[in-house]
């Protein structure tokens, strides 16, 4: 089993950054792939970005390229998710994951945190 607990949510204006951070505990994540992903109000879940188990492979939605970055430090057991000039847009609940292989389907995911909230005004 693999416990996550994602950190790092608030609110922020356009314009600003923040930084997300994936703690897991129960099973070294070295041995998984990560992803963040994410749900606003109102909409289903969606793909926000990937991570290979080794950090060399990293995928990311269309909406977040160039603004966002996943990281990992496997020797802290964590994740990362650098955010930067965010969107009114990106407003919603973000949730880590762990699974056997990167990529934007859920369904690849088998171990999930609780989420953050993050809010961007406009």
């Known amino acids: 089993q693999v416990q996550l607990v994602e950190s790092g949510g608030g609110l922020v204006q356009a314009g600003g950054s923040l930084r997300l951070s994936c703690a897991a505990s129960?099973?070294?994540?070295?041995?998984?792939?990560m992803g963040w992903f994410r749900q606003a109000p109102g909409k289903e879940r969606e793909f926000v970005a990937a991570?290979?188990?080794?950090?060399?492979?990293?995928y990311y939605a269309d909406s977040v390229k160039g603004r966002f970055t996943i990281s990992r430090d496997n020797a802290k057991n964590t994740v990362y998710l650098q955010m930067n000039s965010l969107k009114p847009e990106d407003t919603a609940v973000y949730y880590c994951?762990?699974?056997?292989?990167?990529?934007?389907?859920?369904?690849?995911?088998?171990?999930w945190g609780q989420g953050t909230q993050v809010t961007v005004s406009s």
């Open positions: 991570i290979s188990w080794s950090g060399s492979y990293t």
């Open positions: 129960g099973r070294p994540v070295s041995s998984y792939a």
């Open positions: 994951a762990a699974g056997r292989l990167a990529g934007s389907e859920s369904n690849n995911y088998t171990y």
